[in-house]
């Protein structure tokens, strides 16, 4: 247990469906993160939190839409996703974002498959 | 540039045997992290690393944040059944400090 919990573990979803991915922290951290983890390849930063304001946005087209209403929860909601988009996607907090010690705590992901 | 080189990307072992991977850069990073992922689970930090040349262990684990602050090892002694999963390097660039992956090593062990 991390700290970090993310709902649901497993959705599979269809291209005009609209769903939400769902990520609390239980650390008191002030910084919060979105990545997609497809196979053999790095983990890619979607999207960055920091007191509940965005602080980061990777290109990532506009079918991910991130919210996040208070610093222990934040979510990603998906709507006419791609085949393509079907990956873990993973949910982090830490601390803070400026430190090099701010280290960021991983939850267990969801994995997406969108059909 | 900002890529992270993680080799190798699967390793296949005995039992008992000694593992070592690294990953290296031609960027200068401020931090060396490595991290562990289960299958279905999110990585999990094994050893932090925020000194060139800092030498750390965490039980069977030991990493290493290179000098020249552009690579860093993780070797793992006596591997067990549970050492099963994937193994990614991070690190804070040295400008910008921000955090970039390596593609991870892929650890199977036969008992």
């Known amino acids: 247990e991390t700290g970090v919990t993310q709902t649901p573990r497993h959705l599979v979803m269809g291209m005009t469906n609209k769903k939400s991915l769902k990520c609390e922290q239980h650390?008191?951290?002030?910084?919060m993160y979105w990545y997609k983890q497809s196979a053999k390849k790095p983990l890619e930063l979607m999207f960055v939190y920091s007191l509940e304001e965005r602080v980061e946005n990777n290109s990532v087209p506009s079918r991910f839409s991130p919210e996040c209403p208070n610093s222990s929860h934040l979510f990603l909601h998906l709507h006419t996703l791609q085949p393509e988009d079907s990956a873990l996607y993973l949910c982090a907090s830490s601390q803070g974002l400026a430190g090099i010690t701010d280290t960021q705590y991983f939850g267990p992901g969801t994995r997406l498959t969108v059909l | 540039g900002q890529q992270l080189n993680q080799s190798p990307q699967s390793m296949f072992i005995q039992e008992g045997e000694d593992v070592s991977m690294n990953c290296t850069s031609s960027?200068?990073?401020?931090?060396w992290l490595w991290y562990k992922q289960d299958p279905g689970e999110g990585p999990v930090l094994l050893i932090a690393l925020y000194k060139a040349g800092e030498l750390t262990s965490n039980g069977r684990l030991t990493a290493q944040f290179g000098i020249t602050r552009k690579d860093s090892f993780l070797n793992i002694s006596a591997s067990i059944p549970s050492d099963v999963g994937i193994y990614f390097c991070a690190g804070h660039l040295e400008y910008g400090n921000k955090l970039v992956f390596g593609a991870g090593t892929i650890l199977r062990v036969k008992s």
């Open positions: 960027s200068i990073f401020n931090t």
């Open positions: 650390l008191g951290h002030n910084a």
